[in-house]
Structures are given as C-alpha cells and as structure tokens.
C-alpha cells in the first residue's frame, strides 16, 4: 500500500494564489518526484530531486528535497487556471516508486 | 503526446476471468514499468521489464504477470480477477540508464471488473 502520505487532499484556491502541498514518508527516499495527472492521461514529471536539501525550480514551480530524506514540499506561484490537476508526490528506490495519494487543486478565475 | 499508447482504452471483465492489456513503448525505450491507479488514489508499482525480463516488482501477486517483446512492447496479464483489481493500468517507458524526464506515461486502461 502506499507509504507516502500527502496533503492537503484537496484544494480550492484564487487565480494568482500561490500554492504549497507536501509528502511525508515512514521510509528514506533517495528520490523525490512531483507529477501533475490530467483527467483521461497518464502522470507527467514536474520536477525530480536527487539530494537531501536540494531546492529545485521548474517556472512558477519549486520542490525541495527534505533534509531527512523523509519529505518534500512542492510550491506553484501565482497560479493559473490551467494549473488544475491532480499533483502525485513519489519517492523511488531503485525500481520501486511509491506514490502518494495526491493533492487534487482547482483553481478558480 | 508521450508516444506511449496503451490498448484497449477502457474493458469490462467479469470476476474470475482472466485480462491482458498491451503497452507500446516509445521509440527507443527498451525498459517499461506497470503500475496499478486505484480511483482517488496515487499509481502502485507492479513491476519492471528490461530486454525482455523481470528486473523489479512491487507488492502484487503472481497472478499479475507479464510480457516485453523484442520490439520493448509489453503486456500486463492479470489471472482470476477480482472486484479490487478494477483500477486504471499505467504503463512509463524509459531508456535504461536515462533520467526520470526521460520515463513517459501511456494514457491508462481502465479495468472495471464486476
């Protein structure tokens, strides 16, 4: 099952908001991957981290890399209507991926 | 568009019967993952293949196997279905030794099984 524990499960926020959701882990991680899932299509990769403490920025988009191993938040600035989605957090070992249960956003004109 | 298909889109199977679904790797990749979306949830590992065997599985039993062919197509075989197993099936090709950014998701089929 998952390991991986994400939140907020959901959000309802402004257009130009900015936004933060997180990923805690029971498990270290020696990667940290954020994803977006649109309806009807598969994940796709926002932004990866490899090292403990690494802050990394994708656009409006900046994920870190918690210093434990344990966790990663993933922060959307000023956020635009075509930022909807689901946002899935993973940490892999190896081959194994484990995701979280994801933070569904909608953001509102 | 990632390149990577996956057929059939949506099917409907009844409990106990047996399923394949088939995944088309994008050109070039020779190494597909499967992964198991129950609804409101995150994807679940099943497992890898790479040249053609097994290099990696998840928590799932045997009656998922699987197949990659010569051309890096792959299948997911699921035996003696059961309700819990209705679900969207992802497939992620990659090029082995290649980045995260370079794994892309197909579009899933949804399994509904009754």
């Known amino acids: 099952g998952q390991q991986l524990n994400q939140s907020p499960q959901s959000m309802f926020i402004q257009e130009g908001e900015d936004v933060s959701m997180n990923c805690t882990s029971s498990s270290i991680f020696n990667t940290w991957l954020w994803y977006k899932q649109d309806p009807g299509e598969g994940p796709v990769l926002l932004i990866a981290l490899y090292k403990a403490g690494e802050l990394t920025s994708n656009g409006r988009l900046t994920a870190q890399f918690g210093i434990t191993r344990k966790d990663s938040f993933l922060n959307i600035s000023a956020s635009i209507p075509s930022d909807v989605g689901i946002y899935f957090c993973?940490?892999?070992?190896?081959?194994?991926?484990?995701f979280g249960a994801g933070t569904r956003l909608t953001v509102k004109p | 568009e990632t390149g990577v298909t996956q057929s059939p889109t949506h099917l409907i199977k009844t409990r106990g019967q047996q399923v394949t679904l088939r995944c088309s790797s994008q050109s070039g990749h020779n190494t597909v993952s499967w992964y198991q979306q129950a609804l409101g949830q995150g994807p679940q590992f099943i497992f890898q293949?790479?040249?053609?065997?097994?290099?990696g599985r998840g928590n799932f039993p045997p009656r998922f196997s699987g197949l990659q062919f010569p051309n890096y197509s792959s299948e997911l075989n699921v035996n003696a279905l059961e309700l819990d197993d209705s679900a969207l099936y992802l497939c992620?090709?990659?090029?082995?030794?290649?980045?995260?950014?370079?794994?892309?998701f197909g579009p899933g089929t949804r399994l509904t099984v009754t």
């Open positions: 293949y790479y040249r053609e065997e097994e290099n």
């Open positions: 993973a940490g892999r070992e190896g081959n194994d991926m484990r």
């Open positions: 992620a090709s990659r090029t082995a030794g290649t980045g995260d950014y370079e794994q892309y």
